[in-house]
Nanobody
Framework: QVQLVESGGGLVQAGGSLRLSCAASGSIFSINTMGWYRQAPGKQRELVAAITSGGSTNYADSVKGRFTIARDNAKNTVYLQMNSLKPEDTAVYYC?????????????????WGQGTQVTVSS
């Protein structure tokens, strides 16, 4: 079984910073893209940032220049550094990983989600 465990959410004032972490564990053979999504009340889940195993990154326009995604492949961990936070960044943030697991000589590829961590930015 694979688990994605997120940490680092919380309450912060506008203009402040938070750092989210997500560690993947289990019978992991390899991890391709890791990313962060968010879902605000009454809205659809949206991509915030993603990073490939090679380090290529992609950001939502709304967070470019304020958020930075990074990963530590040795620790199967992805980070999201969020600076200059705005009230509109308030949402539940979810970690996602596209990875391959192995069991009894077989390989399985699919996407996994973390349980979500709340980020609240007060004005």
């Amino acid at each position: 079984q694979v688990q994605l465990v997120e940490s680092g959410g919380g309450l912060v004032q506008a203009g402040g910073s938070l750092r989210l972490s997500c560690a993947a564990s289990g019978s992991i053979f390899s991890i391709n893209t890791m990313g962060w999504y968010r879902q605000a009340p009454g809205k659809q889940r949206e991509l915030v940032a993603a990073i490939t195993s090679g380090g290529s990154t992609n950001y939502a326009d709304s967070v470019k220049g304020r958020f930075t995604i990074a990963r530590d492949n040795a620790k199967n961990t992805v980070y999201l550094q969020m600076n200059s936070l705005k009230p509109e960044d308030t949402a539940v943030y979810y970690c996602n990983a596209a990875l391959t697991t192995t069991s009894s000589g077989k390989y399985y590829s699919r996407s996994y989600w973390g349980q979500g961590t709340q980020v609240t930015v007060s004005s």
